[in-house]
């Protein structure tokens, strides 16, 4: 089946630092790649969506000089957390959809929990 | 018209009894409705889906019902487990974007 890697799985950081994000699809192409960002208990909140070889389109409300979004390639899109504030801390997760078979759903990532400290 | 709504928001259910987590949407432009899985500090994962063009879909001990005319859909799931404890997640999905519920989370009692 489809699996999405997804890296690091966890990382803390200082304040006022980057953090960059990958999401790789393993066994498929993915032109288009999604972010997401989920608070505890809460539902998954879309971010951005990431297209191979042009801009991100963000969601209303979300910086895009601050979540900068970069999916050079049909299997790889990252997410880059600039200057991180403690706000920023939350669980990220990417999903991907394979470009083959776009009616059969999307893959998750299994999550980065970032922590800014 | 991009809603999905979905409840319970949390559930607790017996071993063995069965867990029934309902969701309605708007937008008929929807063309797959998949559930997922979500154990705490992971990814969600795929558990289940349907497409409109069938009423039921079952694997082992999940089902999912489907109603067009209504726009509802439902995930039962038969003799459940404590392992099944988790967040489940529904969504609706056309070419283009995904539409999550905001989840129910399932206890079930050992």
């Known amino acids: 089946g489809a699996v999405v890697s997804q890296h690091p799985s966890w990382v803390i950081c200082k304040s006022g630092t980057s953090v960059k994000i990958e999401c790789r699809s393993l066994d498929f192409q993915a032109t288009t790649m999604f972010w997401y960002r989920q608070f505890p208990k809460q539902s998954l909140m879309l971010m951005a969506t990431s297209n191979e070889g042009s801009k991100a389109t963000y969601e209303q409300g979300v910086e895009k000089d601050k979540f900068l979004i970069n999916h050079a390639s049909l299997t790889l899109s990252t997410l880059t957390v600039t200057s991180a504030h403690p706000e920023d801390s939350s669980f990220y997760i990417c999903s991907a959809r394979d470009r083959n078979r776009p009616n059969y759903g999307y893959t998750f990532g299994s999550g980065t929990r970032l922590t800014v400290v | 018209q991009q809603q999905v709504k979905q409840s319970p928001q949390s559930l607790i259910v017996q071993k063995g009894g069965i867990s029934i987590i309902n969701c309605a949407y708007e937008?008929?432009?929807?063309?797959?409705f998949p559930w997922y899985q979500q154990f705490p500090g992971k990814g969600p994962a795929l558990l289940i889906a349907?497409?409109?063009?069938?009423s039921e879909k079952k694997e082992g001990r999940f089902t999912i019902s489907f109603n067009k005319s209504a726009k509802q859909f439902s995930l039962h799931i038969m003799d459940s487990q404590p392992g099944d404890s988790a967040t489940y997640f529904c969504?609706?999905?056309?070419?283009?974007?995904?539409?999550f519920g905001k989840g129910t989370r399932l206890h079930i009692l050992p």
């Open positions: 349907i497409r409109p063009d069938v």
């Open positions: 969504a609706a999905s056309s070419a283009d974007k995904i539409i």
């Open positions: 937008n008929t432009a929807f063309d797959y």
